[in-house]
């Protein structure tokens, strides 16, 4: 599948920053970002985890694993071919070279230990405003 990015969306997906901060209006394509940047380091570094965190599981799950450029769409051929499978139980999306895409949720206070020990090398919080003290 070919994917076209929007210029910001380049820039944050090229850059070499160990860290980004990307935001803006809602619909401003923030999470499809995350998406592309999620598989890209999981195709190209063997063995890597990535961890996509959202506040909530419904949110999670109509955020990225729904629609026409979710991780389902965007993974298609990939999965089609056997260099990808999805583990339904786990939320994870599981690479043949090791690496791994896992969709995590910290609705509550205990959700946090379900993450303690866990090896995490990439960390992508999905709308970070909605993991604040209320």
Known sequence: MEVRLQPKQEQ????SATEVL?????????????RV?????????PGIQVYLFRRTFPDLLSNHLRGPTSFHVLLGDAISQGL???????????FSNGSSIKLAHCQYEDDVQKYQGAEIHVLIMDELTHFTEH
């Open 12 to 15: 944050a997906f090229l850059t």
């Open 84 to 94: 990808v499978t999805w583990k339904v139980t786990d939320h994870e999306f599981v």
């Open 37 to 45: 940047s999620a598989i890209r380091w999981a195709f190209e570094v």
């Open 22 to 34: 990307y935001g803006g209006a809602a619909g401003g394509g923030k999470s499809f970002y995350e």
